[in-house]
T-cell receptor, first 112, second 110 residues
């Protein structure tokens, strides 16, 4: 069966520091991969999605970036974090050309 | 802009009652509809999906879809305190993307 791993579970970072969140999927090939952010008490905002290695689409302008160096690995990065980057970051995957999406356990990011 | 609307709640029901959660969407081209359950502090978990007009039942859960009226609902029968969570409605759009509603918080009181 397919599993998705996301780490770390929680992260506290100072303003202006860099960020790297990693997500990996097991048990499937060539998945669609997604990064979402959920602000406290709010819905899910799609940040990035990828349909293949090196293929990244951005949904909203921001100081975050994403990369997909391997088929089942998706990385969310920032060079300099802002206070507004705080939130619950969720990685998700879906089969190519199909739904639904399945979520990892998420990373709760607090910026001080 | 494609939108998915849900009443934020909280929706409070007594234990054993039927909880009815509703969702409307704006994109008439949407074909796939999903319900996720999210416990506080946790990630969303898929509980139901529906593609065709009508009802789809899975245990205590029933998803209902009316494409003409552009709404989808989730019924939870015999509600339990463990059903207390936020329920997210998601609707597909172009390119296998999902648009999520803001969620309805359900509280089941013993």
């Amino acid at each position: 069966s397919q599993t998705i791993h996301q780490w770390p579970a929680t992260l506290v970072q100072p303003v202006g520091s860099p960020l790297s969140l990693e997500c990996t999927v097991e048990g499937t090939s060539n998945p669609n991969l997604y990064w979402y952010r959920q602000a406290a008490g709010r819905g899910l905002q799609l940040l990035f999605y990828s349909v293949g290695i090196g293929q990244i689409s951005s949904e909203v302008p921001q100081n975050l970036s994403a990369s997909r160096p391997q088929d089942r690995q998706f990385i969310l990065s920032s060079k300099k974090l802002l206070l507004s980057d705080s939130g619950f970051y969720l990685c998700a995957w879906s089969p190519q050309g199909a739904q639904p999406q399945h979520f990892g356990d998420g990373t709760r990011l607090s910026i001080l | 802009q494609k939108e998915v609307e849900q009443n934020s709640g909280p929706l409070s029901v007594p234990e054993g009652a039927i909880a009815s959660l509703n969702c409307t969407y704006s994109d008439r081209g949407s074909q796939s509809f999903f319900w996720y359950r999210q416990y506080s502090g946790k990630s969303p978990e898929l509980i139901m999906f529906i593609y065709s007009n009508g009802d789809k039942e899975d245990g205590r859960f029933t998803a209902q879809l009316n494409k003409a009226s552009q709404y989808v609902s989730l019924l939870i029968r015999d509600s339990q305190p463990s059903d207390s969570a936020t329920y997210l409605c998601a609707v597909n759009n172009a390119g296998n993307m999902l648009t999520f509603g803001g969620g309805t918080r359900l509280m089941v009181k013993p």
